[in-house]
């Protein structure tokens, strides 16, 4: 709601899929229609653009996990020529919050995150799409600092877009939150 004089209320988004259920977790991202079509579709080296949007995060179970407002942008260089982009979420007060916190990944770690990246998986798209996120699973508890991820569905505007990782963006502050 918007008036006049007085701040605007925070978007409220609800998406409700009638499919089978997944046995991941499942991102929903929805936007305007031709900005989410300018970030899946039109996206490229030269033209990376971010657009406000929300995010949905429901559990494995379809249990609603957190559902926040933010910028979404694509990510990536060479995957961008790709049919599944990769996507950034990006936690900014211009969107309404700077940060979110919710336990995303299994185990102890930072719950507190300003940016997540829905990666396409990269080089290994045409591949298995598991060796990255694997070898980021195997480094956990090995000393070695790896970023936390998982796979999850995405849906963009209700319409399934495919399987994602789900990862921890090592953006600005991501080694002071572990360090």
């Known amino acids: 709601a918007v ?3 007085l701040l605007p209320s925070d978007a409220i988004t609800a998406t409700f899929l009638f499919e089978e ?3 991941v977790p499942v991102v929903c991202l929805s936007g305007k229609p031709s900005e989410m079509n300018d970030l899946f579709n039109k996206a ?5 653009p971010e657009h406000g949007g929300s995010m949905e995060y429901y559990e494995a179970d379809g249990t609603l996990g957190i559902c926040f407002t933010a910028g979404i942008k694509s990510k990536g260089r060479s995957s961008l020529g ?4 990769s996507v950034t979420v990006c936690l900014r007060e211009e969107y309404g919050r700077s940060e979110i916190s919710y ?5 102890d770690g930072v719950t507190t995150f300003a940016e997540l990246t829905l990666r396409n998986g990269g080089q290994d798209y045409f591949g298995s799409r598991l060796r990255d996120s694997y070898i980021h699973q195997l480094a956990q508890g090995m000393d070695v600092t790896g970023i936390r991820t998982r796979i999850v569905a ?3 505007n ?3 877009w495919g399987v994602y990782d789900l990862e921890e963006e090592q953006a600005e502050g991501y080694f002071e939150a572990y360090y």
Do not use: E, M, S
Not at 44 to 48: E, F, N, P, S, V
Not at 82 to 85: A, E, P, R, T, V
């Open 3 to 5: 008036a006049p004089g």
């Open 21 to 23: 259920p997944h046995t």
């Open 44 to 48: 490229t080296r030269r033209h990376k």
């Open 82 to 85: 790709y049919d599944q982009k």
């Open 103 to 107: 336990p995303f990944f299994d185990g």
């Open 154 to 156: 995405v849906y963009v």
């Open 158 to 160: 209700g319409k399934y």
